[in-house]
């Protein structure tokens, strides 16, 4: 069994943790009371909470001094500490309710956070989130131990940090779950009118162009339109995919390490389901990732080369950084599990093949689909290649307080610990000749391409507000330290080396990793899930109708004139019919807009602004426009200053508002007469 702390530094562990976050708590509170207009220390209610606050801040920090000194680490610490176990004691003749109180101890944070009231207060105020999550985490350990008496206080702590997590991230997606007819986010219309690109003659009647972006993403999400699925559907049919994608990776992994325990294998598949959301991993990327985990073969080529050929044909359809993926997880289960001994250059010779190949198989289903994809510019497929690099994205900034590289580093930090504490093991327990070293260095090779490659996408203009683009070297870095801790037993393979018996290591070398690895493996993807809050769309359906109702008019008017109607955005009410008689422009949707707009796209851009100025639209559906440049160094200023150059400047040179809907944040414009105004 792993190593764990002794009780005493066990609780000092919880009192470091305790005091700052009180602390913090508390000039979240004197923020939050001015925020709100109050005087905190003349209201009784505000003076009882940040009095807590206080005492628990400096109590936490008081034992924690005390527990260095003699004074707390005899007979009174050891009667302390024993409290909770005595109370667990009174009530070991009901140990049935220690899981029903640990479910409420999980449910509790995200059914608070769902109130819109109490959303609003602590969505911004950090360190009162942190402190309820970890004050429920404590509680939610007793009730626990209360239903297993036996487990150690530390894992019972870590369990319930990993599930109260795990339920936190599935919080987070069931609000987008919601009957509201227009968009409740800056892409989530694009989500749900590109699939409908591929079914174009079931939706619109007629063939269509497919779409630019992510076709593998868009693919998913056709099957809502094949039964003509109302749009709460489609929303609940994103989530559910979300969920079954990248949920699969974890039973995948979990089948290639053979755990004996039912119970790791649970907690294993939980903690690699939160390490994939905590960055998060897209639903569509997660498909290369389980295929190769669950169609790689150290003993059958033919399926190894099958199922990479499939990944790579979908990952070629998914994102150009993503191409070499598929042949990259082949070559690393492949020094994960395959002996190198006495192979020499010819271990490499397999995984060189499979990454190549893969690599040009991806290239190649691209090019197909562009082909066939009804488009008459292929360079519209390849942006990306053109945008501007915001390589300050990379450090601490408005459009992400961590920045890329501490926030990637911090997520890695344990996964990192892992590998050296293994790296040593297995220094000492080799001879330097021994070729499993060479596979060492081909695995930490493929994470340094794959971290390179991941920056340099979070660099990109419209990237780099979270650290989603470096998902192919996360993904790689589970997969490895997963192997490291749980996998097959192989002397000679990098895997696996704590349990490695027959390695005989000096004793300045522990054959287990430190319990603080467990901890931070845990400890550090949860704290990533707090910072994300999600709250139910709240909105008035006779309000929407009549926006509606009034989007309708306007179509028909347009109808009547014999002119075109543009939908930039909301276009989810034209493939799921909530409008009648839309005559469909394919040009010039928000997200490929925006996406033109960022590469800065001048074939493109010109054709729209030549549009605009014939005053080809007889009216456009956006969202309300205003002429607003803000400094690059802004939260997403440099996108928000692309789009106002290239799309809200032509827009209001040409056209004036009509219509305004401010509660479904959707505008009306027409086209203007006389002279020309310019913003």
């Known amino acids: 069994m792993n190593p764990t702390p002794s009780r005493l530094i066990f609780w000092r562990c919880i009192l470091a943790i305790t005091a700052p976050l009180a602390w913090l708590s508390l000039l979240n509170a004197f923020s939050l009371a001015q925020k709100l207009g109050l005087a905190p220390l003349s209201s009784k209610t505000w003076l009882v909470m940040l009095a807590i606050l206080a005492l628990l801040g400096s109590g936490s920090l008081l034992l924690l001094a ?26 070991s003749g009901a140990r049935w309710l220690g899981y029903p109180l640990l479910l409420a101890c999980l449910l509790a944070y995200p059914l608070i956070l769902f109130q819109p009231y109490y959303a609003n207060l602590l969505g911004k105020q950090v360190g009162l989130r942190l402190l309820l999550f970890w004050i429920l985490a404590l509680l939610g350990t007793q009730t626990l131990k209360l239903a297993l008496p036996k487990l150690e206080t530390i894992y019972a702590l870590l369990i319930t940090l990993l599930l109260q997590a795990a339920v936190q991230q599935v919080s987070l997606y069931l609000p987008d779950i919601s009957a509201y007819p227009f968009a409740m986010g800056w892409s989530e219309t694009s989500r749900f009118y590109w699939p409908s690109l591929f079914v174009g003659r079931l939706v619109f009647g007629q063939p269509v162009a497919w779409p630019i972006l992510h076709p593998s993403l868009h693919f998913l999400l056709i099957p809502p339109y094949l039964i003509d699925a109302p749009l709460w559907f489609h929303r609940f049919w994103q989530v559910a995919v979300r969920f079954l994608l990248v949920g ?13 325990s039912r119970s790791l294998r649970w907690l294993s598949g939980v903690w690699i389901f939160l390490c994939l959301f905590s960055l998060p991993l897209y639903l569509h990327l997660a498909v290369p990732v389980f295929i190769m985990l669950w169609g790689f073969s150290a003993k059958n080529d033919r399926r190894t080369w099958l199922w990479l050929a499939v990944a790579s044909i979908w990952a070629g359809l998914s994102r150009l950084n993503w191409y070499p993926v598929p042949g990259i997880l082949a070559a690393a289960l492949y020094f994960l599990e395959v002996p190198a001994a006495n192979k020499g250059w010819k271990y490499l010779l397999k995984p060189a093949l499979w990454c190549i190949v893969g690599t040009a198989l991806a290239f190649g289903s691209m090019q197909i689909y562009i082909a066939l994809s009804g488009l008459p510019n292929p360079a519209d497929f390849y942006t990306s290649l053109s945008s501007t690099k915001l390589w300050d994205r990379l450090w601490p900034n408005e459009s992400y307080s961590l920045g890329v590289i501490p926030g990637i580093l911090l997520f890695s930090a344990p996964f990192w610990l892992v590998l050296f504490a293994a790296w040593r093991r297995m220094v000492a327990g080799i001879n330097a000749r021994n070729t ?15 971290f390179a490659g991941g920056l340099l996408v979070s660099t990109k203009i419209g990237g780099g507000a979270d650290i989603h683009n470096m998902d192919a070297y996360a993904v790689l870095l589970i997969i490895i330290t997963a192997y490291l801790l749980v996998g097959p037993r192989r002397r000679d393979v990098a895997c696996n080396v704590f349990n490695a018996r027959n390695v005989s290591t000096p004793s300045n070398v522990s054959s287990t990793p430190p319990w603080i690895i467990f901890a931070l493996l845990v400890i550090i993807p949860a704290w990533f899930s707090v910072q994300g809050t999600a709250q139910f769309w709240q909105y008035d359906p006779a309000s929407s109708q009549a926006t509606l109702s009034a989007l309708q008019k306007q179509v ?9 109607m543009l939908f930039i955005t909301q276009r989810q009410l034209i493939s799921m019919h909530m409008l009648t008689g839309v005559k469909l422009v394919q040009e010039y949707e928000r997200e490929e807009l925006m996406e033109m707009a960022m590469a800065q796209n001048d074939t493109y851009l010109q054709r729209f602004r030549t549009d605009l100025e014939n005053h080809r639209f ?34 209001l040179c040409n056209y004036q508002q009509a219509a305004i809907f401010p509660a479904d944040r959707i505008a009306i414009y027409v086209p203007q007469v006389g002279t020309q105004k310019c913003p």
């Open 618 to 651: 007889a009216a456009i559906v956006v969202d309300p426009l205003r002429y607003n440049l803000v400094g690059e160094q802004d939260a997403m200023g440099a996108e928000n200053n692309a789009w106002t150059r290239a799309v809200v400047k032509k827009v």
């Open 556 to 564: 028909d008017k347009v109808n009547t004139q014999g002119g075109q």
């Open 436 to 450: 499993s070293s060479l596979a060492w260095i081909m695995l930490l090779a493929e994470l340094l391409v794959l």
């Open 66 to 91: 005390l527990s260095f000194t003699r004074f707390i680490t005899g007979a009174w610490f050891k009667r302390a500490a024993d409290l909770p176990g005595r109370l667990r004691a009174a009530l």
């Open 248 to 260: 699969l990776i974890a039973p995948a992994l979990i089948y290639r390490l053979n755990i004996p």
